[in-house]
């Protein structure tokens, strides 16, 4: 029987010896209950590996993150209100994090430039996309499958908000209308005449222009650029007519008399200027605004997503932030968790679609 055997455990365990009285007491018992010794040798070394060496896992990326320098590439050219809210954001982000956070612009093509370029890096949160929304919302709608290099939808994922302003018409003063009824009438009278500017091939600039078109029953001619501050530039300079954007970077060539405004894009007039009509007012329908964020690509680890949105939601909820980067430009808020900014984004898309279905709008 079991009992009558002599065991030298010991010499069961070749080079690994046990010699902790308590242990050999364990697998002796163990043995003469019946246990296979090898296996119960085996098992119990296990169990003395584990306390010796305790299996700890690895920390949550997003608990140690970011811990080198975080880029976040923009879409548009520098001066731009993309641009100015995004470096605001990084520099508060800077210091919440103690850690580097580089502003990159690559304009151009649209948003694609930017995009490619955030998609071909590591999707680990280190290199993030700054857009207007229309990179999401609107933008697939108007290309082809394939045409861009990447999908959007599939290959992005919204992280945080800014902020949405509302659209102005923007005219060079020497452009002779004072009204949007003036410059419907213009347009009619000059098909193809009048000049519009946009920060690049299907953004929400180029959209807010055909929009006008659609509805308003005109047609102008789209002078495409990368990003809105040259397109403004250009206004500013006489070398184009108009353009429909964001007027917060504007509002001081508007007071200076550089630049006419003529309505915005809202639904109703804005209480910071409440003597400026609305586009809608003569254009019913019309309805145009431009939304900023930051997006990742996807893969990124969802914690580290969290962590930025939560982040960046304190910074743009912060009062002084508010005061000196969004009101002071008129920008409102954007629903702020991740849901609520991802259900905002579809919302818009639905929109967009639709305009741009109805204006038979295709790049090819």
Not at 268 to 291: C, H, M, N, Y
Not at 340 to 356: C, G, M, P, T, Y
Request: hydrophobic share 45%; net charge neutral.
């Amino acid at each position: 029987m079991a009992a009558n055997k002599i065991v030298d455990v010991d010499r069961l365990m070749g080079a690994q010896p046990i010699r902790s009285f308590h242990i050999k007491l364990v697998l002796f018992l163990l043995f003469v209950l019946g246990f296979d010794l090898r296996r119960a040798i085996a098992a119990v070394l296990s169990c003395v590996f584990l306390l010796a060496f305790p299996v700890t896992s690895p920390a949550a990326p997003a608990r140690t993150y970011p811990e080198r320098n975080v880029t976040i590439v923009v879409t548009s050219a520098a001066g731009a209100l993309t641009d100015t809210l995004t470096r605001a954001i990084a520099q508060r982000l800077s210091e919440m994090w103690k850690q580097s956070v580089i502003v990159e612009n690559r304009g151009g093509a649209g948003y694609a430039i930017a995009a490619q370029y955030v998609t071909r890096a590591e999707h680990d949160g280190y290199t993030l996309l700054a857009s207007e929304i229309g990179f999401y919302t609107t933008q697939p709608h108007l290309y082809g499958k394939d045409q861009l290099g990447y999908d959007a939808e599939k290959d992005f994922v919204p992280v945080a908000g800014y902020g949405t302003i509302p659209a102005a018409l923007l005219v060079n003063p020497s452009v002779p209308v004072n009204s949007v009824g003036d410059l419907i009438a213009l347009a009619k009278k000059k098909p193809g005449a009048l000049t519009f500017g946009t920060a690049g091939v299907g953004t929400a600039l180029h959209i807010a222009g055909l929009e006008l078109e659609n509805l308003a029953g005109i047609n102008m001619t789209a002078v495409h650029y990368r990003g809105a501050a040259p397109a403004l530039a250009d206004v500013i300079a006489g070398h184009i007519d108009a353009v429909i954007m964001g007027p917060s970077v504007a509002l001081s060539s508007v007071s200076a008399g550089k630049l006419k405004m003529l309505a915005f894009g809202s639904e109703k007039r804005l209480p910071q200027f409440p003597d400026v009509p609305t586009i809608a007012e003569t254009v019913p329908g019309f309805e145009a605004s431009v939304s900023f964020g930051l997006f990742a690509a996807a893969g990124t680890p969802p914690d580290i997503i969290e962590k930025v949105n939560t982040d960046v939601q304190k910074i743009v909820g912060d009062p002084e932030f508010r005061k000196k980067y969004l009101e002071r430009f008129a920008v409102q808020p954007v629903p702020g968790p991740l849901d609520a900014f991802a259900q905002f984004l579809r919302n818009d898309s639905a929109k967009w679609e639709e305009v741009i279905k109805a204006a038979n709008v295709r790049i090819e």
